[in-house]
């Protein structure tokens, strides 16, 4: 398997949900955009570019808050297995 399918294949939850969270972002940021400018093109291109780079810094945020609660789970386990003497 490729580096790459295998990192896909280990953050399937994690990508699901950034592709779900960046069609929401992209739809709510289009329309938020168009309101604000009244220009299609410019709320289309607004729309991609911010959302874009959200979701990539979301993936990230993601892993990071799962690698900190695994630590956390990590030492409290470790902290409640009583040392024998």
Request: glycine share 2%; hydrophobic share 55%.
């Amino acid at each position: 398997m490729s580096r790459l399918r295998h990192i896909a294949h280990d953050n399937l939850p994690t990508l699901m949900k950034t592709a779900t969270y960046y069609v929401i972002h992209v739809c709510v940021a289009a329309i938020v955009a168009y309101l604000v400018t009244g220009n299609l093109w410019a709320s289309l291109t607004l729309s991609l570019l911010e959302p874009s780079v959200q979701a990539l810094a979301f993936f990230f945020h993601e892993k990071a808050w799962a690698r900190a609660l695994a630590r956390r789970a990590q030492a409290r386990l470790s902290s409640s297995v009583p040392v024998v003497a």
